[in-house]
């Protein structure tokens, strides 16, 4: 998996992740943090809680605050994911 910081703001981060066929990242929560996946290119299966969507380009998946959220890239090709959080991580 590849990270990239778009944007380290004080109020919001921006970044892109890359997971080739099969990476994923586990299951986790961020205490007080909102996140927002937009996948950019690729297929994956985003779970959010005890929901699991496949999501492709153009589509958009949220976590709330404290709520279990994971990313898998289920397809061939290079799955690449803007990921927004709000508050930004500390740094």
Known sequence: MTK???VPGQSLFA?????????EHALHSHEGQEK???VMAGTGDVRIDEQTE????GDLAFAG?????S????????????VVLAPPPAQ
């Open 4 to 6: 990239a910081t778009l």
């Open 15 to 23: 970044g892109l992740n890359a997971f080739e066929p099969g990476q």
């Open 36 to 38: 927002l996946y937009i």
């Open 54 to 57: 496949r999501l492709s380009a």
């Open 65 to 69: 605050a404290g709520v279990p959220h």
């Open 71 to 82: 990313i898998r890239n289920s397809g061939p090709d290079r799955l690449v994911v803007m």
